[in-house]
């Protein structure tokens, strides 16, 4: 059962969570991010030494860091290096563009705020699959406390829930 948004919980500054994706290593216009699950490893274990206010605080920014990128020119963007039979491109999933904005995170804050007004920064990540990312303070929070993480964060990243990003899916 979901705790639900607790708003008054303390918020991780945005520089200090720029600081710590920079452990994941990921250098943005690389086919693949190696060392990804390790550095998704160091990065649990750094947070999990963190105060549980900021493992929680870093789970708001990445959820918040995922909804701003969830918007139409990104989410139809087709996957780069794929099509279909028929030669058409090959559509992201709800899933794989998830995976694609967490992939924009992981490169790092140059990288996250170059691709807004340009899909075409953004067209290389769809060939990413970040998932490892979306568990990282889940699982320092596990570390940290003994306790699953069982809350809900402000921003609901899941494809195609910001309708600022998507107005014709929600008007």
Request: a negative charge; one cysteine or more; aromatic letters at 12%.
């Amino acid at each position: 059962m979901n705790s639900g948004v607790d708003p008054g919980l303390p918020v991780m500054a945005w520089e200090r969570f720029w600081q710590l994706i920079e452990v994941l290593g990921c250098k943005a216009g690389i086919e693949t991010c190696q060392g990804f699950e390790e550095g998704c490893a160091r990065l649990t274990a750094i947070l999990s030494c963190e105060p549980v206010g900021q493992i929680i605080g870093f789970g708001e920014r990445l959820a918040e860091a995922l909804y701003r990128l969830d918007q139409e020119p990104f989410g139809t963007l087709p996957v780069v290096g794929m099509g279909l039979s028929d030669g058409s491109p090959f559509p992201q999933s709800d899933d794989s563009f998830l995976y694609s904005r967490a992939a924009v995170v992981a490169a790092g804050r140059q990288a996250y705020e170059s691709v807004f007004g340009h899909p075409e920064r953004f067209a290389p990540f769809t060939a990413l699959q970040c998932e490892e990312l979306l568990y990282v303070h889940e699982e320092a929070f596990e570390q940290a406390t003994g306790t699953e993480w069982d809350r809900l964060t402000r921003y609901d990243y899941e494809s195609c829930s910001n309708k600022d990003g998507w107005p014709e899916l929600h008007s």
